[in-house]
């Protein structure tokens, strides 16, 4: 069988032909402009191969996944300007008549990766996306990760010693909340450059404390078994194992557990599946819902 | 069937015969002393009873409840004195030749309010103490929150305004984490006095913002359905109802649902069971484990 897939993210959408990282048949990038734009293009793209059982969509958001819900498949409170309240599911199941399985961006990469990638086997872990925003989702107890709505760790509330970073935070909503202090978009506004510039290590360590404090609060709500994380940002080289030893410091011994200590280069880690977590993760969304759909969502 | 419940607290052991909130045979409370004397006296209480299937406790932590663990059925690495490394449930069953269930407090408070209380029927929801410490639990897709261990949601770091609040906090591990500024351990610290005997509404509005600041980030984690917050402290009738005003004035509109405004009443809310909701749950989950210990364990 063959899937479409999709990352919608605010940035770019990301479309997959395929079934797999071992069978990718087609995949095109684009840039995010309106949403009637963007959505005609995947649409297009899906339009010319005749063979797709199903088309998966991992979404930035946040978004509607209840289904039964009159706006399910909607992008909802986006501060993306012309996006909010836009549906995108049922625009694309409508323009290519198949059915459509819809998840956040991060939930679909947090499904990649359990099926490829680094979170084979496990019941309970998180994906984390560091890229022009903070996003997070994974799975507890076998399934993704929904309840009132879905997952938003870059809405969190984290630590900011504002003599040490006076700057106020970029998130329209909550100014300095995780993502308003951590992400791509925060990086950028404090330091005055794009991230891909930027070599001061102060620049990296002040990164890795925020990312640190944001993960520690996810490790003491969900415990998860192992937690991933992706997303432009985290290509800076140095940031990962400063995020790592930093975790380690915040938890001062009180987890015992070895993952908290000495074996935390395997308890957070980056995706196996690379910047193709995601697409890769909307495609088994796909392959999901056609094959589970007369039975209980897995999803 | 007829079943034995631990709720095994920090300050006090509550221990009962029975099958659920209509069928409570007996129930004895007495005060947390030695792990020796305290274990022989829950062992005193069940062993006069001939006619129990299964003992369900739900402990303070941390707590090893990876099964096939070594240390499986212990309390772990907590500050209290004389505490840390002490096997439970396996001197329990051992002393009374009965199977035993073991999980959190907190999660078998959960299990008590989704069988009987105020999370009948939901998939994914908290429960959270506020008490002498600050523990967290739940269900997440219909399971008990399990993990690398389990949440330890009073661990969590959440901002410290020190020119509002210069108390440095009470957690010996992380100083002013969650528990370290807003458990009744930290409110009698700050203010000098019990927090029973504080009637300033500085107190309990200081409160109610560190409540609501560490509820928002476990709302952005896991999106319960409902959050379910139990504890001594929460006694104090004017909390509850700042704690869901904050929280509302926290999300500031970015969660597109009505449980995050003018819903929050029916969102927030406490236990059904009220303070025996622990020591019911503990019923539960003796059941479960005699019931489903042939098949997948569901807790």
Redesign the interface.
Known sequence: MTYGGIEAGGTKWVCAIGSGPDDLRDIVTFPTTTPKETIARAADFFANDGSLAAVGIGSFG?I?IQRGSPTWGHI??TPKPGWADTDIALSLANALDLPVAFDTDVNAAALGEHRWGAAIGL???CYITVGTGIG?GGM????L????????????????DRARDPFDGVCP??RDC?EGLASGDAIHARWGRPPEQLTDERVWKLEADYLA?GL???????????IVVGGGIMHEPSLLPLVRRRVTE?A??????P?LGEAIDD?IVAPALGDRAGVLGALELARLAVTEHSSEPRT
């Open positions: 946040p509607d909802t409170t019941e309970t872990f997070g507890a107890n076998g399934k990760m929904h309840g009132l709505l879905h997952p938003e760790f870059g809405h969190m509330r984290i630590p900011h909503y909550h995780f404090l520690l609060n996810v490790i003491c709500t969900l415990s998860p078994q192992r915040l001062s011994g009180y987890f015992d557990a993952e308890y």
